[in-house]
Nanobody
Framework: QVQLVESGGGSVQPGGSLRLSCAAS????????MNWYRQAPGKQRDLVAV???????TYSDSVKGRFTISADYAKNTVFLQMNSLRPEDTAVYYC??????????WGQGTQVTVSS
């Protein structure tokens, strides 16, 4: 059974930082591509960052230079370090591992609120 469990969300002032974690089980993590998505109220869920099994990372333009995705293969955990946070980063953040339409796994989400 695949499980993705996020943690690390919270409330922070603009300019602050948070580090999200996603602990994965039931997948071959060492060879997995892992994704972080976010969904703001009333908006679609958007892809934020990706890390593949070779450690190659990609980011949406909105977070490039501020967010960093990384993975600890010993702990089967993927991280999202978020710096210089802005109010528009407020959203529920989801960890995702997708192989195909039948094997598309999501965590429960963690709320990030950026407000003064």
């Amino acid at each position: 059974q695949v499980q993705l469990v996020e943690s690390g969300g919270g409330s922070v002032q603009p300019g602050g930082s948070l580090r999200l974690s996603c602990a994965a089980s039931g997948i071959n993590f060492r060879f997995a591509t892992m994704n972080w998505y976010r969904q703001a109220p009333g908006k679609q869920r958007d892809l934020v960052a990706v890390i593949n099994s070779g450690g190659i990372t990609t980011y949406s333009d909105s977070v490039k230079g501020r967010f960093t995705i990384s993975a600890d293969y010993a702990k089967n955990t993927v991280f999202l370090q978020m710096n210089s946070l802005r109010p528009e980063d407020t959203a529920v953040y989801y960890c995702n591992h997708c192989i195909n339409s039948r094997h598309d796994y999501w965590g429960q989400g963690t709320q990030v609120t950026v407000s003064s």
